[in-house]
Every structure is written in C-alpha cells, then in structure tokens.
C-alpha cells in the first residue's frame, strides 16, 4: 500500500507543486491550505495519513503546537514533518519527527519517512548547469509524463513571474515586508524543481530587500526566467 500523506501548505503555487511531486514518487496525496483546515480535515480522514507533511510558517495553528495537535487526533502511527525555506531557532520543531529544509528531494522525504526522526533535508546535489539542476531535472523527467512536467515547470515560472509583479508595486509603495515575502515564497517553489539561478537570485533579494538597486535586481530574475525556459525546451 502506498504511504498516505497529508500536506499542509498555505502557498498554493506550492501546494500544487508538492502535491505533483509526491504523486509522481507514488504517493497517496491530499492536501489542505492550513494548520486549522487539517486539524478539520484529519477528524473526517479514513484512514488517516502515515505522514503528516506540514509548512511551519502559516497563519493560525502552526509549528509545534499543529504537531501537537495531529499527534492528539492522529496518534503516533503518523509521522509529522516540518518544512521551511530557513533554518529553525529557539527551540523550534521538538514535536516534528523531522524537519525538511526547502528545497528539498523526494528522496529525503523517502528517507525521512524509512528512518522516522532521521530527516536531513539536504538539497540534492551535481547540478550541471548554474541555471537548472541536471539531478532534480533527470529525477523530475524519470518519475512523470512529459506533459506533467512541463505543467510542473509552467506552473513554477508563472507564478514566479506573477510574484515578481507584486514585489514591483511593493517596492513602490517601500514595503519591505511584502517584498521580502514575496522573495521568500519564489525562493522555495524555485528549490523544488532545481532552478537553481531563480533560487539563488531570490534568496539575495530576501536578504538584501529594499535597496537602490532593486529595480536592477528585479529585472535580472525576468531575464533568468527567459533562460530556463530556452533551456527545458532544448530539453
């Protein structure tokens, strides 16, 4: 029988990604937007998931306490796992039976749910090129249709671009906060697919926020993106 997992995610570009990657590993998936809505959803859930896959930073119950939480409904037959684009700090986590460091491969997920607390999270390695990682491309490509993962790498592009906009009229109206947001979230569904050049030019843009050469940094995501997409259809 195939592991049954549950993810929780607010992000719904995200959700979606995760939810086409799992399935494609063989998964069983279903999937909610958050903490509240799976402690909702695992009441009615038959039979329940054997791995709870859970974003820390949602609004409502998230982190330790939604851990807590599943445990009461679910008890400790499901394994709960954590993730997140950053590292965790104070103390954050002791309920998760592991923690997956975004962006993370289907084989550290398979990995954590083999050794239950034994979850490393490391980004896979070999990348080929500085725009896409050659070893999650190849494992995308091996493990779907190719309809499928062109839809995969659609999906990722356009929302990047959408956030991109809206990063544009925060800098406008100097909101640093949304920026940097909007930095974080491409950062993590950029990971997930190994398009590596747009992950590393959105983790700067959510360190670096607001600054005089924003613009410039704006610009040079776009340009990136016209990049990848010339090199998935050479592939």
């Known amino acids: 029988m195939p592991v049954r997992i549950l993810v929780v995610e607010d992000d719904e570009v995200s959700r979606e990604i995760l939810e086409l990657l799992l399935q494609a590993e063989g998964y069983e998936v279903e999937s909610v937007d958050s903490g509240d809505a799976a402690l909702a959803h695992l009441q009615t859930m038959h039979p329940l998931p054997g791995v709870v896959l859970t974003d820390m930073q949602m609004p409502g ?3 330790d306490a ?12 499901t394994l709960v796992f954590g993730m997140s684009a950053s590292e965790l700090e104070n103390g954050a986590g002791q309920e998760f039976d592991g923690f997956l460091l975004k962006p993370f491969g289907m084989e550290a ?18 990348a080929v090129e500085s725009v896409l990682n050659g070893v999650v491309y190849e494992k995308l490509a091996g493990s779907m249709p190719r309809s499928r993962l062109e839809q995969l790498y659609a999906l990722c592009l356009t929302d990047a671009e959408n956030r991109i ?24 569904g950029c ?9 590393s030019l959105a983790t700067s843009m959510e360190e670096r926020g607001l600054r005089d050469d924003h613009i410039a940094s704006l610009d040079e995501f776009i340009l ?12």
């Open 61 to 63: 119950t998230t982190g």
């Open 66 to 77: 939604l851990a807590r939480r599943v445990r009461d409904l679910c008890g400790a037959e």
């Open 109 to 126: 997920l398979s990995k954590a749910i083999a050794g239950g607390r034994s979850a490393t999270g490391e980004e896979p390695s070999g």
């Open 165 to 188: 906009a809206a990063m544009r009229k925060a800098a406008s109206e100097g909101d640093d906060d949304a920026y940097r947001k909007g930095a974080h979230a491409i950062r993590g």
């Open 191 to 199: 990971g997930m697919v190994g398009a590596i050049e747009l992950q």
């Open 224 to 235: 990136a993106c016209g990049r990848l997409r010339r090199i998935l259809v050479a592939h």
